[in-house]
């Protein structure tokens, strides 16, 4: 078997526990078409790499850190892509956006390229690349260390950058949501990233795919309802709801 071969089937194991909490190598092996011995030397050495744990016959994704940047934008493509045109009917021509970082928020880019004039202000070099056949756009990029893997700028130099601007929508996800509403992410730079996104725009436009809910992380800052408008397939809990009526928070279901 060629090597992309190989690499291409790990990453589909890491998109297909990015949707599904735990599966075990027999239902990996019917997935994909592959033996269960095959699979099991897949999750041998994804385990090594500290990608994922197996316990008790079954895998998860290890929550220390975010995948890499390929699975992710393939795990609940076709749901971030119905996300994305929900955005897009929301922003219209001559807009002016802050774009956060994530394969979410860069679906949502690739819709709101067909718009005209749009200034955008982002971090996320994945928005910039898909925005740059868009009629008219002008685009302003954070500066500072770059994160290779995920090709987007978090740090203070990033959170300085959005002070400098007054948008009509910031759009930016996160790296989970818990059930009692928290907007959850693995590492406090991405935290204040997001803060300083959603600071900088009149209205503030949450983007999240289902697989993101009942995901607990270890940083937090705001909750579901401290936002504008929520765009989401998540089958978010009724005490959650009644919050987000109360705040008047718009929850858009694709």
């Known amino acids: 078997m060629s ?3 190989l690499s ?20 990996l092996s019917q ?12 999750l ?17 994704l290890r929550q220390m850190e975010n995948i890499a940047y390929a699975p992710r934008l393939d795990a609940s493509s076709i749901e971030k892509q119905r996300i994305a045109r929900v955005v897009k009917t929301l922003v219209g021509h001559n807009a002016r956006l802050a774009l956060g970082t994530g394969t979410t928020v ?4 690739r819709e709101l390229s067909a718009l005209q004039n749009l200034f955008v202000a982002t971090n996320n070099i994945h928005a910039v690349l898909a925005l740059q056949h868009a009629p008219g756009v002008v685009v302003e990029m954070a500066g500072g260390t770059v994160r290779l893997r995920d090709l987007d700028v978090v740090g ?24 009692s509403g928290a907007v959850l992410d693995y590492n ?24 993101k809910f009942g995901r607990e992380l270890p940083c937090v800052m705001h909750r579901i309802w401290d936002y504008d408008i929520v ?3 998540a089958e978010l809990g009724a005490a959650i709801k009644s919050e987000c009526a109360r705040s008047g928070c718009q929850i858009m279901c694709p």
């Open 3 to 5: 090597r992309d071969a």
């Open 8 to 27: 291409q089937r790990r990453d589909k194991i890491i998109a297909l526990l990015s949707e599904v909490e735990e599966l075990s190598a027999q239902d």
């Open 31 to 42: 997935e994909l078409g592959v033996s269960v011995q095959t699979i099991r030397t897949d």
């Open 44 to 60: 041998r050495d994804l385990d090594e790499a500290a990608l994922v744990q197996r316990k008790n016959g079954a895998v998860r």
């Open 106 to 109: 860069e679906h949502c880019a």
């Open 156 to 179: 203070p130099l990033s959170r300085n950058f959005f002070t400098r601007f007054r948008m009509d929508y910031a759009i930016f996800s996160c790296g989970g949501l818990s059930e």
């Open 188 to 211: 406090s730079d991405e935290v204040a990233a997001r803060s300083a996104i959603a600071a900088c725009a009149k209205k503030k436009v949450l983007v999240v795919d289902s697989a």
């Open 231 to 233: 765009v989401t397939e």
